[in-house]
């Protein structure tokens, strides 16, 4: 099946430091990339998503970037809080709206 | 989220037993989900749904059904022939296929084998 490949899976970052999660997808067609966040025996939450049409988002302290060709996308988060501590994941939409997951990245903000 | 409804939220199932998991979603969506999630892991897709009466085969389906009879409303059954159903199950929606759209989660439920 299509594969999202996440790194790193774990993640320990100071209070204030950036921090960058990558994704790499297998179908060049896959035109949608959302990331979640996911707290402890919670559901995974939007936090920002981009489309094939775009290269770089950013929403305050959050962006990602895309790089179509070689098929890889990144969250980047920049000045980290405590409260950003998290698991992460990253999901292309494939054909016929088939959503795939990355294996995720726990994110440690020490403060 | 609040338009995505699972339930139950805690089920314990005993050796050789089916249950069903129930979603439902009045947010119109076209586009239905199930996930596993076990302990610390990611996400993988068991069941997806396009449309009514149609469904396709996750990376995981071995051991669990589903059916799509309306338009909002996708329930798992997790049958005997799955022998390590215990795991936190979500289920998803989102709009259509050429929009793109948000994949919104419901809550989730959790399912142990006793």
């Known amino acids: 099946g299509e594969n999202v490949e996440q790194h790193p899976s774990t993640l320990s970052v100071q209070e204030g430091d950036s921090a960058v999660i990558k994704c790499t997808y297998s179908d060049s067609a896959s035109n949608y990339f959302p990331w979640y966040k996911q707290e402890l025996g919670k559901r995974p939450q939007l936090i920002i998503d981009i489309r094939s049409n775009v290269g770089e988002k950013k929403d305050q302290r959050i962006a990602v970037t895309l790089n179509k060709t070689a098929k890889h996308f990144s969250l980047h988060i920049t000045e980290t809080q405590p409260e950003d501590s998290a698991v992460y994941f990253c999901a292309a939409r494939y054909n016929n709206n088939d959503m795939r997951f990355g294996a995720g990245t726990r994110l440690t903000v020490k403060p | 989220d609040g338009g995505i409804t699972q339930s139950p939220k805690y089920l314990f199932r005993k050796e050789g037993q089916n249950v069903t998991l129930s979603c439902e979603q009045n947010?119109?969506?076209?586009?239905m989900y199930w996930y596993r999630q076990d302990p610390g892991q990611g996400l993988r897709l068991i069941y997806y749904?396009?449309?009514?009466?149609?469904?396709q085969k996750g990376d995981i389906a071995e051991g669990y059904s589903v059916s799509r009879e309306k338009k909002e409303s996708f329930p798992l059954t997790v049958t005997s022939a799955q022998k390590n159903p215990t795991a936190f199950y979500l289920c998803?929606?989102?709009?259509?296929?050429?929009?793109?759209?948000?994949?919104?989660f419901g809550e989730g439920s959790w399912l142990t084998v006793v």
């Open positions: 998803a929606s989102t709009h259509d296929r050429s929009s793109g759209n948000t994949i919104y």
């Open positions: 947010l119109n969506h076209d586009a």
């Open positions: 749904s396009q449309i009514v009466n149609d469904f």
